[in-house]
Nanobody
Framework: QVQLVESGGGLVQAGGSLRLSCAAS????????MGWFRQAPGKEREFVAA????????YYADSVKGRFTISRDNAQNTVYLQMNSLKPEDTAVYYC?????????????????WGQGTQVTVSS
């Protein structure tokens, strides 16, 4: 099993940047595909970005492509989400997710393990 703890959220002005971190416990972190999702009030949880177990493949939602970058450090059991050029519509609770698979999926039901979430608020 994997336990996930997100950090790095906060309040930022539009155009600013934040870097989210997700620290994972467990010996097999390096075998897990990792994803970031977000959920705004009154909306469904939506895909943001995902990365394969090796870090060799990355996937992004169209809404964040070119602004967000997902990366991982398997030695540190950590996955990151660098968010640049933030917009008010990026405001949401951001969740880290993990799945023991070599096939990266971009839907919430494809992940078994979730963190508690971290709030990101972008002011206009």
């Amino acid at each position: 099993q994997v336990q996930l703890v997100e950090s790095g959220g906060g309040l930022v002005q539009a155009g600013g940047s934040l870097r989210l971190s997700c620290a994972a416990s467990g010996r097999t972190f390096s075998s897990y595909a990792m994803g970031w999702f977000r959920q705004a009030p009154g909306k469904e949880r939506e895909f943001v970005a995902a990365i394969s177990w090796s870090g060799g493949s990355t996937y992004y939602a169209d809404s964040v492509k070119g602004r967000f970058t997902i990366s991982r450090d398997n030695a540190q059991n950590t996955v990151y989400l660098q968010m640049n050029s933030l917009k008010p519509e990026d405001t949401a609770v951001y969740y880290c997710a993990a799945e023991d698979t070599i096939v990266v999926v971009t839907t919430p039901d494809g992940y078994d393990y979730w963190g508690q979430g971290t709030q990101v608020t972008v002011s206009s």
